[in-house]
């Protein structure tokens, strides 16, 4: 994968889990007091610890149950069990996050206690190791061994694909092709596709009617990218099965991302063509993308925040 953003600290908790079943004696969750305001106030002993993934509802939604598979938008408090201190808040930051009920999109114990919750609850959740991190993760203060607590707030569900009907691209660009479940796949050269791109540019091919883009808010995308005009495709999201989460902002996203993806609506499917000045210049990214290549992107805007 090309890697168009630096990782954020949310984003190591999608990465690397084991995913143990978890057998073994429970937790005394009413043991860990949890407020219902705005930004929750979390109370957890030290030492505390699981050997399977157990949720208590703090406080119930009224909308739609999540399943596996789906992307969520989720505000989250993260403690460490062992030492009952708080390594990790998206209320801190300001602004929710979004993830993937999937093996490849997060921690095997979001999934576990995530399924079959509802948007809009708030829910309380000890995570054991089994179900979590596969080594030490000095960058959150955790061991190996540690059980997580976490406090989620289910904010809502994120579409999985821009729906809508589609317009044609201009006719001297490559034709956006699809999959058979009709997601992006890359593109085609036609007899009318120009040699070459020298200008940056951005073609709304389904519109969303989503809230505009705004610098340094947090995407949730599905994608794909293409040497143009029919060259390799170097990457994307759809393969992996869950949606990708970049942020808007200059220097962690390639210019061309960050120039033409702010004030697209959500919901909206974009292709983003982008010569090498707004990409990867004249180093490239090795191996499947040389210097000076101009690249092309069919990206779905699912989410921002």
Request: aromatic share 6%; hydrophobic share 35%; glycine share 12%.
């Amino acid at each position: 994968m090309h890697r168009l953003v630096v990782v954020s600290l949310s984003a190591l908790l999608v990465l690397a889990g084991c995913g143990g079943d978890g057998d073994g004696g429970g937790t005394d969750l009413g043991s860990i007091s949890v407020s219902k305001a705005a930004t929750p106030k979390v109370k957890v002993a030290a030492g505390t610890t699981a050997t399977k993934t157990e949720t208590r509802v703090v406080e119930e939604g009224s909308g739609d149950e999540l399943a596996d598979g789906d992307s969520v938008k989720l505000n989250y408090l993260a403690i460490n069990g062992r030492t009952g201190k708080q390594f990790d808040s998206s209320f801190a930051a300001g602004r929710p996050s979004t993830f993937t009920l999937s093996e490849n999109g997060v921690l095997p114990g979001f999934i576990k206690a995530l399924r079959g919750q509802k948007v809009g609850s708030r829910v309380l959740a000890v995570i054991p190791p089994a179900d979590g991190f596969d080594q030490a993760r000095s960058e959150l203060g955790l061991k190996k061994d540690d059980t997580m607590v976490f406090v989620f707030d289910v904010v809502s569900k994120v579409p999985a694909e821009a729906t809508g009907k589609a317009k044609a691209l201009p006719k001297d660009l490559p034709k956006l092709t699809l999959d058979g479940d009709d997601h992006p796949s890359g593109f085609t050269k036609t007899s009318t596709t120009a040699k070459r791109q020298t200008k940056a540019s951005a073609h709304v091919v389904i519109q969303g009617d989503g809230p505009e883009i705004e610098e340094n808010q947090t995407l949730s995308v599905q994608y794909v990218g293409q040497v143009y005009p029919a060259g390799k495709v170097f990457d994307t999201s759809w393969s992996r099965g869950a949606a990708a989460s970049f942020q808007l902002t200059k220097g962690q996203l390639i210019d061309c991302w960050t120039d033409l993806l702010k004030g697209q609506r959500v919901g909206s499917r974009v292709v983003l063509v982008c010569p090498s000045d707004v990409a990867y210049g004249e180093e490239g990214s090795p191996p499947d993308i040389k210097g000076g290549d101009t690249l092309l992107f069919a990206i779905d805007l699912l989410d921002a925040s």
